[in-house]
């Protein structure tokens, strides 16, 4: 199968993420900050071939896939898709990052985040790996061959990587961060 190339985004700021506050699913907007860093994350995109648009559901990703799409001046809608929403945080959701070791001491820790492995009602990193798999999938059968822009959050667009690629999803967390509207280029032959 001729896979699609991703251009993988994380939302820009948003009031939680400027707080160091875990939002998982909280809905809030972006910040002035974000907004900027999502017009200059579409200015970096501009010269990029891009097929379609892909967000998750919640305000900070869709806000920041509408401003890059005007940026990129193609036209282009952006079509929301519910498997792109972010990991639910369960418990921890609108703690304090600070707080994680309170609420769960199952962590796996980088040099950059301090990840929660498991917290009462959250989604576990496999189920977000299958979620991100079918999504994966989906695309390359509905997208053979085209750059499919794809707006998502931090620990769904780490997973989105490892289905991409066949990493055990471990992997993915464990290499280089994911900041706000950074993007990550997935290419079948990479």
Do not use: C
């Given at each position: 199968?001729n896979k699609?190339?991703i251009i993988?985004?994380r939302?820009g700021?948003?009031?939680?993420?400027?707080?160091?506050?875990?939002?998982?699913?909280?809905d809030?907007?972006?910040?002035e900050?974000?907004?900027?860093q999502?017009?200059?994350?579409g200015q970096r995109?501009?010269?990029?071939?891009?097929d379609?648009i892909y967000?998750?559901?919640?305000?900070?990703?869709y806000?920041?896939?509408?401003?890059?799409a005007?940026?990129?001046?193609?036209g282009l809608?952006?079509?929301?898709h519910?498997?792109?929403i972010?990991?639910n945080?369960?418990i921890?959701t609108?703690k304090?990052?600070?707080?994680i070791?309170l609420?769960s001491?199952d962590l796996?820790?980088?040099?950059?985040?301090?990840y929660?492995?498991s917290?009462e009602g959250?989604?576990?990193f496999?189920t977000?790996?299958?979620r991100?798999k079918?999504?994966?999938?989906?695309?390359?059968t509905k997208?053979?061959?085209?750059t499919?822009l794809v707006v998502t959050h931090?620990?769904?667009g780490?997973?989105?990587?490892?289905?991409?690629?066949g990493?055990d999803?471990?992997?993915?967390l464990?290499?280089?961060p994911?900041?706000?509207?950074?993007?990550?280029?997935l290419?079948p032959n990479?």
């Amino acid at each position: 199968m001729n896979k699609a190339q991703i251009i993988l985004v994380r939302h820009g700021e948003d009031e939680d993420n400027a707080n160091a506050i875990l939002n998982g699913h909280r809905d809030n907007p972006l910040t002035e900050k974000g907004k900027l860093q999502a017009r200059e994350t579409g200015q970096r995109l501009k010269n990029q071939q891009i097929d379609i648009i892909y967000s998750s559901p919640l305000k900070r990703a869709y806000d920041t896939a509408v401003i890059i799409a005007k940026e990129l001046k193609t036209g282009l809608k952006v079509n929301v898709h519910p498997k792109l929403i972010e990991r639910n945080f369960g418990i921890l959701t609108g703690k304090p990052l600070l707080d994680i070791p309170l609420y769960s001491n199952d962590l796996l820790i980088t040099k950059e985040v301090t990840y929660f492995l498991s917290a009462e009602g959250a989604e576990d990193f496999p189920t977000v790996l299958k979620r991100a798999k079918e999504f994966v999938d989906e695309l390359n059968t509905k997208h053979p061959g085209q750059t499919i822009l794809v707006v998502t959050h931090g620990d769904a667009g780490r997973t989105i990587r490892a289905a991409y690629y066949g990493w055990d999803w471990r992997k993915s967390l464990k290499i280089s961060p994911f900041h706000n509207a950074d993007f990550i280029v997935l290419q079948p032959n990479a």
